[in-house]
Every structure is written in structure tokens, then in C-alpha cells.
């Protein structure tokens, strides 16, 4: 018995594997989403006097977005190196950053499921400077001007969009606020040294920020903006794109085809490759009704530009230049 035991562990451990490998397969995969650098030209005045240079805060909210929705892990963020890329490859502008139609077209291209697009409408304080006491020395015996209380508020205002990548429409908004105050210092007092910045050099997810009051502030409005953005995954539905192209090259175990990134491809998107068997033509026009055709193998897509793809081979042979190459991704 003991042994009967000890052999169909082994038996029963590879079947829970199975089912589990098999589950996970079931299950959808996370929603795909892109966040582009926010705008921040209607605070642009103020972030120079406040560092001293052109710093680019929209692109330190939209990190520490990121780092949030990340760490929350119910979407799948597509990593600033694949962004920027793309972006340089557009020639895309700053000016463009809250431009839904110009975001979705970045988007399609991420091959995401939406992009979200954002503003900084408000970056910055306030100082309340009251004086306690006056001329006789009401309060406590002061002299003239007595005593001055400083208070100093720092105010971050923050909104964005959730743009459907194939149709521009705003799938949800979310906005987010935050203050933080504190008596007798700046909004960046606290140890915090912002010399030397240039544009883009901003880390927002620092410690050494986040403990100032305009670091508070931040992260507080950027805490709120989660939750909506979080709140919107109902709203979003996962892409699926059928693309349909031809094989335009076959070299050994290399397939291009005449379909990309436009198309809706991804790297590691497996396709059928078919031969046409038969044509149905209607009888009145001559017009192709459908084209009947047999799989002859698969590729997966292992490099990727807006116009083509080049595959690898996984099964089949004797692929030729115009079969079909056939796949519905998500």
C-alpha cells in the first residue's frame, strides 16, 4: 500500500500542475493601458519660478502614475523605454500630450487596450502671512509688528482622460487633488534640493520630495487620480484585432509578412499561415465570394514595425510568398 502511495504522488502532482497551467490559461489577460507624459502648460510659469528651470512635471506625474497602477497590478502598463520609442518615431510633441486623436493613434501602435491622456491645471501654493500682536503690546507684552506666523500651502490639481485607442472616445475621466500646509516654510523646504534640474529630471516617487509640502501634495493628488483610473477598468474592454495579411518573403526559417503594427500585431502574436485551395466566384459578377483554404503551419512574430512582420517558424513547411497569414489578437 505504502508504495501504491508513493507512486501516485508524483502521478497526482503533475495532474494538479496540469489543471493549474490550464487555469491560468483561461483566464483573460490584464487590460493594456499606455499613460502619456501629462501637459503642464497651463502651470509652466509656475514651475519655473518654483525650480528655477523648464522642469518637466508632467512627465514626473505620469511616472509616479504609473509607479501606483504598477504597484496595484490590475492593469498592464506598457513600459516607458516601448513609449518613448515610439514617440520619437512619431515625432510626436509636447503640445500633442492632451490631444485624444493623436494619442490613439500612439496607442494603436503600443497596441494597447486605451492611453490615457492628462493635465496639471494646478501646481503650486499659497503663503498666509499673519502677524500676532501690535503696536502697545496687546498680546503678551509684543512690540510693534509683533509676532509673524507663516503658513504655506501647496496645491496640486490633476486630470485626465482614458481615450479608446480605436475610436478617440473618452471611456472615462478621472481627476485628482491634493494640499498639504505647514507653518514657517517653502513649498520645497525640508532639505530638498532642486538645483541643477533640466527638463525631464524630476523624480517625483523620491523620498527626499515627498517629504516636502509640494511632495505631499502630489503624491495626494496622484493617490486620487488612482482610484478613478482604477475605478474606470469596468469601462474598458480588452482589444481584439482579426488581421489578415499575406506572406511577402520566406528565407529558411524566417517568414515576413505584409502586416504590422498598424494591423494590430504584436511581438510574440502566433498566426496561421494558409494556402488558397479554392475560389468561390459569384456567377452574375465573377466577383472572389470567399477564398477556401487548408493551415499549412504557424509563425510567431518576433520583430515588429508599422508596416511588417518578421516570424519565426513554429510548425509547417514549404511556406510561399502569398499564402495567407491569419491570427485574432488581443
Same mark, same amino acid.
Not at 505504502?2 to 501516485?8: A, C, E, K, Q, Y
Not at 496607442?107 to 498666509?128: H, N, P, R, Y
Not at 507663516?150 to 487633488?177: F, N, P, Q, S, Y
Not at 524566417?254 to 488558397?276: F, H, P, Q
Given at each position: 500500500m505504502?508504495?501504491t502511495i508513493?507512486?501516485?504522488?508524483p502521478?497526482?502532482a503533475?495532474?494538479?500542475?496540469?489543471?493549474?497551467l490550464l487555469a491560468?490559461?483561461?483566464?483573460?489577460?490584464?487590460?493594456r493601458?499606455?499613460?502619456l507624459?501629462?501637459d503642464?502648460?497651463?502651470?509652466?510659469?509656475?514651475v519655473?519660478?518654483?525650480?528655477?528651470?523648464?522642469?518637466?512635471?508632467?512627465r514626473g506625474?505620469?511616472?509616479?502614475l504609473v509607479?501606483?497602477?504598477v504597484?496595484d497590478?490590475?492593469?498592464s502598463i506598457?513600459e516607458r523605454?516601448?513609449l518613448?520609442?515610439i514617440?520619437?518615431?512619431q515625432?510626436?510633441s509636447?503640445?500633442?500630450?492632451?490631444?485624444?486623436?493623436?494619442?490613439a493613434?500612439?496607442g494603436k501602435l503600443?497596441?494597447?487596450d486605451?492611453i490615457?491622456?492628462g493635465?496639471i491645471?494646478?501646481?503650486g501654493?499659497?503663503?498666509d502671512?499673519?502677524?500676532?500682536?501690535?503696536?502697545?503690546?496687546?498680546?503678551?507684552?509684543?512690540?510693534?509688528?509683533g509676532?509673524?506666523?507663516?503658513k504655506?500651502?501647496a496645491i496640486?490639481?490633476?486630470?485626465?482622460?482614458?481615450?479608446?485607442?480605436? #475610436?478617440a472616445e473618452i +471611456? @472615462?475621466?478621472? =481627476?485628482g487633488?491634493g494640499?498639504?500646509?505647514?507653518s514657517?516654510?517653502s $513649498?520645497?523646504g525640508?532639505?530638498?534640493?532642486h538645483?541643477?534640474?533640466?527638463?525631464?529630471a524630476?523624480?517625483?516617487?523620491?523620498?527626499?520630495?515627498?517629504?516636502?509640502?509640494?511632495g505631499?501634495?502630489?503624491?495626494a493628488?496622484v493617490d486620487?487620480? #488612482?482610484?478613478d483610473v +482604477? @475605478?474606470a477598468? =469596468?469601462?474598458l474592454?480588452?482589444?481584439?484585432v482579426a488581421?489578415?495579411? $499575406?506572406?511577402?518573403?520566406?528565407?529558411?526559417?524566417t517568414?515576413?509578412l505584409?502586416v504590422g503594427?498598424?494591423?494590430?500585431l504584436?511581438?510574440g502574436?502566433?498566426?496561421?499561415?494558409?494556402?488558397v485551395?479554392q475560389e468561390?466566384k459569384?456567377?452574375a #459578377?465573377g466577383?472572389? +465570394?470567399?477564398?477556401m483554404?487548408?493551415?499549412?503551419?504557424q509563425?510567431?512574430v518576433?520583430?515588429l514595425?508599422d508596416?511588417?512582420?518578421?516570424?519565426?517558424?513554429?510548425s509547417?513547411?514549404?511556406f510561399q510568398?502569398g499564402?495567407l497569414?491569419?491570427?485574432v489578437?488581443?
Amino acid at each position: 500500500m505504502t508504495r501504491t502511495i508513493r507512486l501516485l504522488l508524483p502521478v497526482v502532482a503533475l495532474c494538479l500542475a496540469g489543471t493549474l497551467l490550464l487555469a491560468a490559461a483561461d483566464q483573460p489577460r490584464k487590460k493594456r493601458i499606455a499613460i502619456l507624459d501629462f501637459d503642464y502648460g497651463t502651470v509652466h510659469s509656475s514651475v519655473r519660478a518654483l525650480f528655477g528651470a523648464d522642469v518637466d512635471v508632467g512627465r514626473g506625474i505620469s511616472d509616479l502614475l504609473v509607479k501606483h497602477l504598477v504597484r496595484d497590478g490590475t492593469y498592464s502598463i506598457i513600459e516607458r523605454k516601448a513609449l518613448d520609442a515610439i514617440l520619437a518615431e512619431q515625432n510626436f510633441s509636447n503640445s500633442n500630450r492632451a490631444n485624444s486623436a493623436s494619442a490613439a493613434q500612439i496607442g494603436k501602435l503600443l497596441g494597447v487596450d486605451a492611453i490615457i491622456v492628462g493635465s496639471i491645471t494646478q501646481f503650486g501654493g499659497e503663503t498666509d502671512d499673519k502677524k500676532v500682536g501690535g503696536a502697545g503690546g496687546g498680546w503678551g507684552g509684543f512690540g510693534v509688528g509683533g509676532v509673524s506666523r507663516k503658513k504655506t500651502k501647496a496645491i496640486v490639481t490633476i486630470d485626465a482622460r482614458m481615450v479608446d485607442i480605436d #475610436t478617440a472616445e473618452i +471611456l @472615462a475621466v478621472a =481627476d485628482g487633488h491634493g494640499e498639504s500646509q505647514r507653518s514657517s516654510t517653502s $513649498l520645497l523646504g525640508g532639505g530638498f534640493s532642486h538645483s541643477g534640474f533640466g527638463v525631464g529630471a524630476v523624480d517625483f516617487s523620491k523620498s527626499e520630495f515627498q517629504e516636502t509640502i509640494l511632495g505631499e501634495a502630489v503624491k495626494a493628488a496622484v493617490d486620487d487620480m #488612482t482610484t478613478d483610473v +482604477l @475605478a474606470a477598468n =469596468d469601462k474598458l474592454r480588452i482589444r481584439t484585432v482579426a488581421v489578415n495579411g $499575406l506572406v511577402a518573403f520566406v528565407d529558411g526559417g524566417t517568414v515576413v509578412l505584409n502586416v504590422g503594427a498598424k494591423d494590430g500585431l504584436k511581438v510574440g502574436d502566433t498566426l496561421s499561415i494558409e494556402r488558397v485551395t479554392q475560389e468561390i466566384k459569384d456567377p452574375a #459578377t465573377g466577383n472572389v +465570394l470567399r477564398r477556401m483554404s487548408q493551415q499549412i503551419g504557424q509563425v510567431q512574430v518576433s520583430e515588429l514595425d508599422d508596416v511588417s512582420a518578421v516570424c519565426r517558424i513554429l510548425s509547417g513547411s514549404d511556406f510561399q510568398v502569398g499564402d495567407l497569414a491569419k491570427t485574432v489578437t488581443q
